[in-house]
């Protein structure tokens, strides 16, 4: 089983940058794409960027395209997102999840494992 732990949350204000990160427990885990999503209180879980098994695809989010950049290492099993200009509207807690295939996708079905979750706040 893949375990998937976050970090790099935290209080900025708005128009401030923030990196989360997402490191994985196994080696194997390289081997699928990787999504971030992103629930604030009272909505649905949203994603918010994605990206295949080497890299060479990323997918995001209208909200965000252009003020956030996913990346990986799949050396070290993690994978980064680089949030710009945040927006007020970007609080929400951030997981990342490990998708079923080396592809990459928006829909939650297709990822099987999920991390605890971070807290990103963003102050006006």
């Known amino acids: 089983q893949v375990q998937l732990q976050e970090s790099g949350g935290g209080l900025v204000q708005a128009g401030e940058s923030l990196r989360l990160s997402c490191t994985s427990s196994r080696r194997t885990s390289s081997n699928n794409g990787v999504g971030w999503f992103r629930q604030a209180p009272g909505k649905e879980r949203a994603f918010v960027a994605g990206i295949d098994w080497n890299g060479g695809t990323t997918i995001y989010a209208d909200a965000v395209k252009g003020r956030f950049t996913i990346s990986r290492d799949r050396t070290k099993s993690t994978v980064s997102l680089q949030m710009n200009s945040l927006k007020p509207e970007d609080t929400a807690v951030y997981y990342c999840?490990?998708?079923?295939?080396?592809?990459?996708?928006?829909?939650?079905?297709?990822?099987?494992?999920w991390g605890q979750g971070t807290q990103v706040t963003v102050s006006a």
């Open positions: 999840a490990a998708h079923l295939r080396a592809s990459i996708s928006r829909a939650k079905s297709d990822f099987r494992y």
